[in-house]
């Protein structure tokens, strides 16, 4: 059974950070892209970063990384403004995509809130 489990949101003011990391089980780690999408509340899923690849909103701001000794993900989010509110979710797919149906598997999210 896969599982993907997210953690280090929270409330934080602008300009702050936070980390978040998507623990993997269930899969073989390494062979998937790991990917990070956000809702806000009223609004669609958007993508945010997998790989390389980042939103426009993201860029400069957030970085993606991975250790696949520890099955792990994670998105590092600087400088952050109350528009970067959200649930962020962690995703498992085979292909590097910005498209969510390209995810197989996906995580329970955390909750991101920014105060201005």
């Known amino acids: 059974q896969v599982q993907l489990v997210e953690s280090g949101g929270g409330l934080v003011q602008a300009g702050g950070s936070l980390r978040l990391s998507c623990v993997a089980s269930g899969l073989t780690f390494s062979s998937y892209a790991m990917g990070w999408f956000r809702q806000a509340p009223g609004k669609e899923r958007e993508f945010v970063a997998v790989?390389?690849f980042y939103a426009d909103s993201a860029k400069g701001r957030f970085t993606i990384s991975r250790d696949n000794a520890k099955n792990t993900a994670y998105l590092q989010m600087n400088s952050l403004k109350p528009e970067d509110t959200a649930v962020y979710y962690c995703?498992?797919?085979?292909?590097?995509?910005?498209?969510?149906?390209?995810?197989?598997?996906w995580g329970q999210g955390t909750q991101v809130t920014v105060s201005s």
């Open positions: 790989g390389t």
């Open positions: 995703a498992a797919g085979i292909i590097a995509s910005a498209d969510a149906p390209h995810y197989s598997y």
